[in-house]
């Protein structure tokens, strides 16, 4: 009996003991990403480096909750990038903020609530034209990211046709082990921007995507009969579909910034909203699962016809002078960096078709474990190839260090 007691006594202190270290609060910083950040105007938040340079904060992970985790005292930057921006609460574009304990910073001994850290305007990105050629000397270039203090922090990389207004693809990365924690807006989506005044010369982009345009150039191209056809105001129309899309990015500052015109190319909706959207969600899915950094490149390729009333097939544009091309095909290539593994994604952009695409390469989907997207050619028809071979008959996919093919399951 005594050595049955004896036990017992032991385990209820063991218990104790470890319910005592599990249960002591964290003596940092943990700000949650949707409910410990600023609402209105989210600063760019950035932490020093094992060096002395700065870099893109990344939240940890619990479940589908997300956290900036901080020391005590630990430095985290949280700038306003812009000409007329400032943080409201100290009235200064950079600040140096400290962690003091639960949602708590301080700013030069003033604390505040991390929440209450709102910028004056909201952040806004930059687009930086490098002196970089891509895609055998057709494109440029042309770098998004946000500049403070001199400083240049790059966000999505595109390869731009200026003189044709016309973008044979965007880069980026999934960070796979912070995405679940990434901020969900509560604000509407913004507007598309421009960019840079040498972007789109001689028409206005935000023109070219409305649907009296659209409507105005495929009576040109096609006749009011088809028109009518292919157009109407509810699901058939071309939307700006995203290259990098927004989803891919972890906090509202990084989201927003998707949002040039560089940054997409002419989609039909049904797509856009369709197969394509899983194909996103599927990337997100495998840089989630994998918990680590994918990177992605996605574009256009070709340029998309249409039969006219008189029955020929006509290339169609979107500007004159063949600028803004539709695209024939929208295509994805995914890099897994530790064991250098690749799987590319080609979806049609028409949702008109009669019958199943010829495949440009063999498709491996199923052989991969990746989901079958070929149910609805309304919604879009995709297939999967390998690198060496999506890399044949796609030119304009950029070199990847690809040794492996990438499994989904």
Wanted: aromatic residues 12%.
């Amino acid at each position: 009996y005594s050595t049955m007691n004896s036990c017992t006594l032991t385990s209820v202190f063991l218990l104790l003991f470890c319910f005592s270290v599990h249960a002591a609060p964290f003596s940092g910083c943990l700000l949650d990403t949707d409910k410990n950040l600023p609402k209105k105007n989210e600063p760019l938040f950035l932490i020093k480096d094992k060096g002395k340079s700065y870099s893109f904060i990344l939240p940890r992970t619990k479940g589908k909750d997300g956290y900036i985790e901080l020391k005590n005292g630990q430095e985290i930057i949280m700038s306003c990038p812009g000409e007329n921006n400032y943080m409201v609460g100290t009235k200064k574009k950079l600040n140096n903020a400290y962690c003091k304990s639960g949602d708590k910073l301080t700013i030069k001994q003033n604390e505040f609530a991390s929440e209450s850290l709102d910028c004056h305007e909201r952040v806004v990105a930059r687009i930086n034209k490098t002196d970089e050629k891509c895609h055998s000397g057709k494109g440029t270039v042309l770098v998004i990211g946000f500049k403070t203090e001199g400083v240049w922090y790059p966000l999505v990389t595109v390869c731009h046709d200026i003189q044709h207004s016309h973008t044979f693809y965007s880069t980026h990365t999934l960070h796979g082990a912070a995405l679940l924690g990434k901020v969900h807006r509560t604000t509407g989506r913004p507007a598309f921007s421009r960019g840079e005044k040498f972007l789109f010369k001689g028409f206005k982009p935000e023109r070219t995507y409305n649907r009296n345009n659209q409507e105005k150039i495929f009576d040109t191209l096609l006749g009011k009969k088809k028109t009518t056809e292919y157009l109407d105001s509810k699901t058939k129309f071309l939307a700006r579909g995203h290259l990098a899309p927004d989803a891919d990015f972890i906090f509202s500052t990084w989201q927003y910034a998707t949002y040039f015109y560089i940054n997409v190319a002419p989609q039909w909706q049904t797509i856009n909203a369709g197969n394509w959207l899983q194909v996103e969600a599927n990337s997100r899915r495998i840089a989630s699962k994998l918990r680590a950094d994918v990177e992605v490149a996605t574009g256009t390729n070709g340029v998309s016809k249409l039969w006219n009333s008189k029955g020929k097939e006509k290339e169609i544009y979107l500007e004159p002078k063949k600028k803004v091309p539709v695209p024939e095909y929208y295509w994805k290539l995914l890099r897994y960096p530790v064991n250098d593994s690749c799987m590319g994604f080609i979806a049609t952009n028409n949702p008109y078709l009669k019958q199943e695409p010829k495949h440009k390469c063999k498709d491996i989907c199923n052989d991969f474990g990746w989901p079958k997207l070929q149910n609805d050619l309304m919604k879009g028809y995709v297939y999967c190839c390998d690198y060496g071979s999506i890399k044949k008959v796609i030119p304009e996919i950029p070199d990847f260090k690809c040794k492996n093919t990438l499994y989904f399951a």
